[in-house]
Nanobody
């Protein structure tokens, strides 16, 4: 099964930027839907953004216009560029992939079969 490894998290001040990366152990072109999720302490895991092999990009309302998701299948990597960060963006960020047989994409957590270990993002005011 595919292994996903996130990197790029850290601590920044409000208004700052970070770029998260998610390196896959297999060809990402085999996976229709790749996504980013986040989970803050005491809260449920929520979808942030996803990118399909067909070029569809989708964002949560809370990050629309500030975050940009992209995938580089040649590098087997998923990215999340985060600009204008806010304290409420503080969370553990996870990369996830749906199964190879999936042909649709959504923020439904249970629809993602593979998860990375997460990378912490902390934004101070």
């Amino acid at each position: 099964q595919v292994q996903l490894v996130e990197s790029g998290g850290g601590s920044v001040e409000a208004g700052g930027s970070l770029r998260l990366s998610c390196k896959a152990s297999e060809y990402t072109s085999s996976y229709y839907c790749l996504g980013w999720f986040r989970q803050a302490p005491g809260k449920e895991r929520e979808g942030v953004a996803y990118a399909t092999n067909g070029g569809t990009l989708h964002y949560a309302n809370s990050v629309e216009g500030r975050f940009t998701v992209s995938r580089d299948n040649a590098e087997n990597t998923l990215y999340l560029q985060m600009n204008s960060l806010k304290p409420e963006d503080t969370a553990m960020y996870y990369c996830a992939a749906q199964s190879r047989s999936s042909i649709s994409c959504s923020f439904l957590v249970d629809s993602f079969a593979y998860w990375g270990q997460g990378t912490q993002v902390s934004v101070s005011s």
